[in-house]
């Protein structure tokens, strides 16, 4: 797989205390098989789809213990130094300074204005997702959930190389970011339905080839449904949560039902 353009997501990984429990669960749910773990990098482990590199799982490094498991988003880029500079100069976080993984990449971490944390990572021996996009198993999707729209529009244009789009959709505050005229990352306005105690996040779409049937499977293997199923014209999907609390999402995106959304540039 070629190296995505700047911005692009382009891995996800995830921490569990009990990374065996997770192994388990997301092999039930997403077809998973699963790497050698590598003891030189925090016990790393590679998840496949069908063979292909899917995303990741770990123990917490140290220092991390106790804290929540939740899915982290790596957004590409060509120079991750140049970008950790852009994140501080829009009013971003940075939360881990460039470092080298090996040879295969360099990754940092930061936080938007809005909250959500994301990862940055450009590659060299390891580019990111080997799946295909839509493809069962693999990643397909993701959104930004925020409570400052105004913040986070701003900010990712500012540090990625994104236009953005607005949905034509009075009921709800959603916006597409896109590279190369290709929508990579979605916005979505965080409202009254949220709890306030739900920080910003980013959501992760894995796409299966039954949203039902995934749902069951976690559903029974002790993983909550937040939302959902519900069909769209983007697939049918299903937000979840896994039995060590991490929030992620399925969708089949064979399932689609009524017309594509309206878009507008936005002002």
Same mark, same amino acid.
Request: hydrophobic content about 40%; proline content about 8%.
């Given at each position: 797989?070629?190296v995505? #353009?700047?911005?692009?997501?382009?891995?996800?990984?995830?921490?569990f205390?009990?990374?065996?429990?997770?192994?388990?669960?997301?092999? =039930?749910v997403?077809g998973?098989t699963?790497?050698?773990?590598?003891?030189?990098?925090?016990?790393?482990?590679?998840?496949?789809?069908?063979?292909?590199?899917?995303a990741?799982?770990?123990?917490?490094?140290?220092g991390?213990?106790?804290?929540?498991?939740?899915?982290c988003?790596?957004?590409?880029?060509q120079?991750?130094a140049?970008?950790v500079?852009?994140?501080?100069?829009?009013?971003?976080?940075?939360?881990?300074?460039?470092?080298?993984?090996?040879t295969?990449?360099?990754?940092?971490?930061?936080r =938007?204005?809005g909250?959500?944390?994301?990862?940055?990572?450009?590659?060299n021996t390891?580019?990111?997702?080997?799946?295909?996009?839509?493809?069962?198993?693999?990643?397909c999707?993701?959104?930004?959930?925020?409570?400052?729209a105004?913040a986070v529009?701003?900010f990712? #244009?500012a540090?990625f190389p994104?236009?953005e789009?607005k949905?034509?959709?009075?009921?709800?505050?959603f916006?597409v970011?896109?590279?190369?005229?290709?929508p990579?990352?979605?916005?979505?306005?965080?409202?009254? =339905?949220?709890?306030?105690?739900?920080p910003?996040?980013?959501?992760?779409?894995?796409?299966?080839p039954?949203? =039902?049937?995934?749902?069951a499977?976690a559903?029974?293997?002790g993983g909550?449904?937040?939302?959902?199923?519900?069909?769209?014209?983007f697939g049918?999907?299903a937000?979840l949560?896994d039995?060590q609390?991490?929030a992620?999402?399925?969708?089949?995106?064979t399932t689609?039902?009524?017309?594509?959304?309206?878009?507008?540039?936005a002002?």
């Open positions: 797989m070629a995505q #353009p700047e911005g692009t997501p382009c891995w996800a990984d995830a921490m205390a009990d990374v065996e429990g997770a192994k388990s669960f997301y092999a =039930d997403l998973w699963f790497g050698e773990s590598l003891a030189e990098f925090g016990h790393y482990t590679q998840a496949y789809a069908n063979g292909k590199a899917a990741a799982v770990s123990p917490p490094m140290p991390e213990e106790g804290n929540p498991s939740s899915w988003l790596y957004l590409a880029s120079d991750t140049a970008t500079a852009k994140v501080r100069e829009n009013g971003g976080e940075v939360l881990m300074e460039p470092m080298e993984v090996g295969f990449g360099t990754m940092a971490l930061a =938007d204005p909250g959500a944390v994301f990862g940055i990572w450009q590659g390891h580019e990111g997702f080997e799946t295909e996009m839509g493809a069962p198993g693999g990643y999707w993701s959104e930004v959930f925020t409570r400052d105004k529009d701003t990712y #244009p540090v994104y236009t789009q949905m034509d959709e009075a009921s709800m505050d916006a970011f896109q590279v190369q005229a290709q990579v990352l979605g916005r979505m306005v965080m409202d009254s =339905d949220f709890p306030p105690e739900v910003s996040y980013l959501n992760v779409y894995f796409a299966v039954d949203c =039902d049937a995934a749902v499977r559903t029974e293997r909550m449904l937040h939302f959902g199923p519900m069909d769209s014209p049918r999907f937000v949560g039995p609390g991490a992620f999402s399925v969708i089949d995106v689609t039902k009524g017309e594509m959304p309206p878009m507008s540039p002002t």
